[in-house]
């Protein structure tokens, strides 16, 4: 007679433990830098008040001063300073920071949201047609357009941004969570749940959730470049923070007026958005290949 497997260990077993997925992203080297290349910018924008060497919103009598690499740049200002004399690395260092807040709070809000609502709309099948036509919906509205929407209501600022980003993210997510959700449902061990008698609440965050979660890790990291880069581009329309907060974005926008006579103060801000966005996919792509059974197979 077989021994009976406990419904607790009928999880799925195709993603891999965590020690194994992590030590397989990190021999990865292409992986392993883009994700210390993250993880250092990150830091460094989360140390900015300690680590920037001039106040970012205090001006200058030295306009539009050269890299130190330049001909006649000044150790005094590593990558030189804007049109109004204030320092490029100290600005880049909290625009940096406000860049990958837009990012986190809204990937993380609206991944959270549209997740939710697409695991539920798998759970219960009543719903499910409300959620996806509700999806529908949401997914006509770009998000560069939500954009124009919120700061014609609410005015220019980061919160605005942030919540058209969220809005866009919701759809997207929603239908990658309902997908995996589906053929999670359609396993032996959720039918069981149900002929024993567990709860709705037990099998949807115990099963249900455990084996959607690294689906919506996948979509998460995929996405978060890409809502960097939107951000970003919002930012640089005139949609995001506004003057003098410095944005990635907004600092590329404001370096555009002086490309002919000082180009670094437009370039060093756009070459900082590009390795972020880089590293975020690189990133992005190597945690899918770890984490898709499909793939690893």
Request: aromatic share 8%; charged share 15%.
């Amino acid at each position: 007679m077989t021994a009976s497997v406990p419904l607790t260990e009928a999880l799925d077993d195709t993603a891999p433990p965590r020690q194994a997925w992590w030590k397989a992203l990190l021999r990865d080297r292409a992986a392993a830098l883009a994700l210390i290349t993250l993880l250092s910018i990150a830091l460094a924008a989360l140390l900015a008040p300690l680590i920037a060497p001039h106040d970012p919103y205090e001006g200058t009598r030295s306009v539009m001063q050269p890299p130190v690499w330049a001909e006649r740049g000044d150790w005094t200002y590593l990558l030189g300073t804007d049109g109004q004399g204030r320092d490029i690395l100290s600005r880049l260092l909290y625009g940096t920071r406000l860049t990958l807040l837009i990012g986190i709070l809204s990937v993380g809000l609206g991944a959270t949201v549209g997740s939710l609502l697409g695991l539920l709309s798998a759970f219960y099948k009543r719903i499910d047609p409300y959620v996806m036509r509700f999806a529908d919906v949401m997914l006509s509205f770009p998000a560069i357009l939500l954009g124009l929407a919120l700061v014609a209501i609410f005015g220019p600022g980061a919160l605005p941004v942030i919540i058209a980003l969220s809005i866009a993210t919701v759809p997207d997510s929603a239908r990658i969570a309902r997908s995996i959700a589906i053929g999670v449902m359609e396993q032996e061990y959720i039918e069981a749940g149900r002929a024993i008698g567990l709860s709705d609440r037990t099998l949807f965050s115990r099963y249900l959730l455990r084996n959607s979660i690294s689906a919506i890790m996948i979509f998460v990291s995929l996405r978060f470049g890409q809502i960097i880069l939107i951000g970003a581009a919002l930012s640089f329309l005139g949609l995001g923070a506004r003057p003098p907060a410095a944005e990635l974005g907004m600092m590329a926008s404001q370096g555009r007026d002086f490309m002919l006579f000082a180009p670094h103060i437009a370039f060093i801000p756009s070459i900082a958005i590009f390795v972020i966005v880089l590293a975020a996919n690189i990133t992005g792509d190597a945690i899918r290949d770890v984490l898709d059974p499909r793939l690893r197979s």
